[in-house]
């Protein structure tokens, strides 16, 4: 089953030191908005979020639809597809999608260690 293209998503307490830590890690700015506080940052097929002030806790992100560098994959499986099939595995949801939508929509998960996983469909 695929889930998308990954990255991981880091809660940053001041986004102008984290841009600037991950800048000398080799990271660039490959999206984003810092006024909004929130970076997407890039090295090679490494990607990372940095999110001040809009999560709680670091989370696993993944987004069906898209390659690592935000280009469009056909076919791709649908989020609600993926929420139905996670749902008939016994997974349980922090936050669903609607089912009766289209288009974007995203759902949150938990691993048995309590660390959440975002499914993020933008498309």
């Known amino acids: ?3 998308g293209a990954f990255s991981i998503s880091l809660t940053v307490k001041d986004i102008h030191a984290s841009r600037a830590f991950y800048e000398k890690l080799g990271f660039s700015v490959f999206g984003g908005n810092i006024d909004e506080h929130w970076l997407i940052m890039k090295n090679d097929d490494c990607i990372i979020g940095l999110f001040q002030g809009m999560f709680e806790k670091n989370m696993l992100t993944f ?3 898209w390659d690592s560098s935000a280009q469009e ?10 929420q139905e099939e996670l749902r008939e595995k016994g997974i349980q949801f922090l936050i669903e999608t609607d089912v ?3 288009g974007p929509g995203h759902f949150i998960i938990e691993d048995p260690d309590g660390n959440p996983i975002l499914v ?3 498309r």
């Open 1 to 3: 089953m695929s889930i």
């Open 63 to 65: 987004n069906p639809g």
């Open 73 to 82: 994959v056909n076919p791709f499986k649908d989020v609600r597809v993926l």
């Open 100 to 102: 009766n939508t289209e």
């Open 120 to 122: 993020d469909q933008h």
